[in-house]
């Protein structure tokens, strides 16, 4: 006999936006909660949604990937996109909250929702009875992250030790080729972004003086170098050391010269499609202005779009593509979903989002019916797929992005123009959608 309730685990922005969900359909829902019984080290509030770094949602206009999410969120019945707005202070093009109303706005709603119940302990282990979502945030307890690890067999890291990621349309392809190294593997698989002597020894100088993030008390801790060393801290340990590591020009051609260059950054595919590229062996703490200036004095990268910084700082989070469906539910268990950025999206809406389709879906299995799969082309989609079908071996958090939808069929040279185009066309295709499936 099933339980009469959906369990919820985190009282975060995707705990939230998934019991909203639940509860709008007629489903009961047990959100549990540790605050104020125990803390995370970030956390102060015995608010639910708290605050515990920006105030800001990012861009609030149409013709942007951050902008884009929140109205397809809003479209869903968002409950953060809601208070959000109700409580928002002058941020010039962002929407940004005052962090204290904000989280009693939600909070109010939450306790006044007659099918929520907020139980206010630390959970120590996921129910395996019942549907359970675990939206436990990248702050989880340890004895939380230890069920969720033994649960996911070790697919969990404790730490986000991750490249920049750039968008293909940016990268200067007459300053770079396509190539892998001693041309085995495809002949695409990678593109290859070249220094003569001088220019590599600019970008070295550069690189080993740049600033970086000051990490907190807890985050300061040895296993974060321990797989992933930092491409400015590798480097300070010699001129050569990473250009005989991750800027290794062995066994590569440059069609330019037709010879091998003096250094070469490698660019990954991220994705399927070919739109967005990681910086191979570029893990880094400097912080997201120094990356681009850094960053941008690598040839082919004169111009490039950052999609995604660098980053490197406590934050747990399954390998979504091992463990996940698109659905946010489990492979090997699926009556239990994660959400937020457990699930490997990064931000507060995407968070938000991502608990959203969760608690949808939960409760789509509840009640016996086809689960949710937003079309590709909506952000909300293009995340969920990101998600399951990430094509990078070393998976890691992604934040909503223009380079994760389909390109378009026509060539758009204006950028804004051509993002406006592309967001009006998720909008379109989300609507019909929704109307189709009588949401």
Same mark, same amino acid.
């Given at each position: ?13 995707? %705990? ?18 540790? $605050?104020?019984? $125990? ?176 990490? *907190? ?8 170098? #321990? ?10 340990? %010699? ?5 005989? %590591?991750?800027? $290794? ?9 037709? *010879? ?65 469906? *698109? *659905? ?17 999206? #990064? ?67 204006? $950028?804004? #123009? ?5 967001? #009006? ?15």
């Amino acid at each position: 006999m099933k339980n009469d309730f959906i369990t919820v685990i985190g009282g975060g922005f995707a %705990g939230v936006e998934a019991a909203t969900q639940i509860a709008k359909r007629g489903i009961k829902c047990r959100l549990y909660e540790m $605050k104020p019984v $125990k803390f995370s080290p970030a956390h102060k509030s015995e608010n639910l949604c708290e605050l515990v770094c920006s105030n800001s949602f990012k861009a609030a206009r149409p013709d942007s990937a951050a902008g884009l999410l929140k109205n397809e969120m809003e479209a869903l019945g968002s409950i953060t996109v809601r208070c959000a707005k109700a409580t928002a202070v002058p941020a010039g093009g962002a929407l940004a909250v005052n962090r204290d109303d904000f989280s009693e706005m939600v909070t109010g709603e939450i306790e006044e929702n007659p099918l929520i119940e907020i139980i206010r302990e630390e959970m120590c282990e996921i129910p395996r009875d019942g549907i359970v979502i675990v939206a436990a945030g990248p702050l989880a307890s340890d004895s939380i992250s230890e069920d969720i690890k033994s649960l996911c067999s070790d697919n969990l890291s404790f730490y986000d030790a991750a490249a920049p990621i750039v968008s293909a349309e940016s990268i200067d392809m007459s300053r770079a080729f396509y190539q892998s190294r001693y041309d085995k593997g495809g002949e695409d698989d990678y593109i290859n972004c070249p220094m003569n002597k001088e220019e590599y020894e600019g970008f070295y100088k550069e690189l080993i003086n740049a600033e970086s993030v000051i990490l *907190h008390d807890f985050e300061k801790n040895k296993e974060i170098y #321990e797989g992933c060393m930092p491409i400015e801290i590798m480097a300070k340990r %010699g001129e050569n050391t990473i250009r005989f %590591g991750p800027m $290794k020009p062995v066994g590569l051609v440059d069609p330019r010269t037709g *010879h091998r260059p003096w250094a070469v950054l490698q660019l990954r595919k991220e994705n399927r499609e070919g739109t967005l590229y990681n910086l191979v062996g570029f893990q880094t703490n400097l912080k997201f202005p120094e990356q681009k200036r850094v960053f941008s004095m690598i040839p082919a990268l004169k111009n490039a779009q950052f999609v995604r910084y660098g980053v490197m700082h406590r934050n747990s989070f399954i390998n979504a593509p091992r463990v996940l469906t *698109h *659905h946010f539910n489990m492979k090997e268990h699926p009556d239990i979903f994660f959400a937020g950025q457990m699930t490997g999206v #990064e931000g507060y809406m995407e968070s938000a989002a991502a608990g959203i389709i969760a608690g949808i879906n939960a409760a789509k299995r509840y009640l016996g019916e086809e689960m949710l799969l937003l079309p590709e082309d909506t952000m909300l989609g293009a995340l969920s797929r990101y998600v399951e079908n990430t094509e990078t071996k070393n998976y890691q958090p992604m934040g909503a992005a223009i380079g994760l939808l389909p390109p378009l069929g026509e060539k758009i040279r204006d $950028k804004r #123009e051509r993002y406006a185009v592309i967001c #009006e066309r998720a909008m379109n295709s989300l609507g019909k959608y929704l109307e189709e499936n009588g949401m």
